[in-house]
């Protein structure tokens, strides 16, 4: 059985399931659009994490960062 294309990413981008280009964040938000090949993005739980990636990787970092600095105990 096929599934449908599935959006991929990669770190920090997002696959074309079209051409298979790298897509940047900036590319695709406000259009929904391929620059390359023009292909639609089918909007997905896929697609809005990727869009959302940028914001939860940022303060999951900065969680870390705060709980890494209290084991140190560093001032
Ligand atoms: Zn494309």
Do not use: N
Not at 28 to 52: A, N, T, V
Not at 53 to 74: D, F, L, S
Request: proline fraction near 8%.
């Amino acid at each position: 059985m096929k599934a449908h294309p599935k959006i991929r990413t990669a770190p920090g981008h997002l696959i074309c399931p079209g051409c298979m280009e790298l897509l940047a964040r900036e590319d695709i938000e406000g259009f929904g659009r391929c620059p390359y090949c023009d292909h639609r993005l089918q909007p997905s739980d896929d697609l809005e994490d990727f869009l959302l990636t940028p914001v939860v990787e940022q303060w999951i970092q900065h969680a870390r960062r705060e709980t890494q600095q209290g084991e140190a105990g560093g001032g």
